[in-house]
């Protein structure tokens, strides 16, 4: 199962769709829930769903956490310092040093 989103009338809604073969072996893709509009799903209308679909599965509280993320610049220096370190030979030295030891 996985979630959809889907457009009408210039509106964005949220479904819950299900995959599954016919008997033909064809994927077919059929709607389990209409979950609104994305604009009226707010965080108090989805942690109790959420938290409802925990339950069945056996899980005891809402495992949502909140995305976080470190911009790509962060690792310029990384990157960098990382073609330095080849450009040097350092990886080619140590690796035979390695190897002889």
Same mark, same amino acid.
């Given at each position: 199962?996985?979630?959809?989103?889907?457009?009408?009338?210039?509106?964005?809604?949220?479904?819950?769709?299900?995959?599954?073969?016919?008997?033909?072996?064809?994927?077919?893709?059929?709607?389990?829930?209409?979950?609104?509009?994305?604009? *009226?799903?707010?965080?108090?209308?989805?942690?109790?769903?959420?938290? $409802?679909?925990? !339950?069945? &599965?056996? =899980? /005891?509280?809402?495992?949502?956490?909140?995305?976080?993320?470190?911009?790509?610049?962060?690792?310029? *220096?990384?990157?960098?310092?990382?073609?330095?370190?080849?450009?040097? $030979?350092?990886? !080619?030295? &140590?690796? =035979? /040093?390695?190897?002889?030891?």
């Amino acid at each position: 199962m996985y979630t959809k989103i889907t457009r009408s009338g210039g509106r964005r809604y949220l479904q819950l769709v299900e995959g599954y073969r016919d008997d033909a072996g064809k994927v077919r893709h059929r709607v389990i829930a209409n979950l609104g509009r994305i604009e *009226d799903l707010t965080p108090e209308k989805l942690d109790p769903l959420i938290s $409802g679909l925990n !339950r069945v &599965l056996g =899980r /005891a509280e809402n495992t949502a956490s909140h995305l976080t993320h470190e911009p790509a610049q962060s690792y310029g *220096d990384v990157f960098a310092l990382h073609e330095l370190w080849k450009d040097l $030979g350092f990886d !080619r030295a &140590l690796s =035979r /040093a390695l190897r002889s030891g």
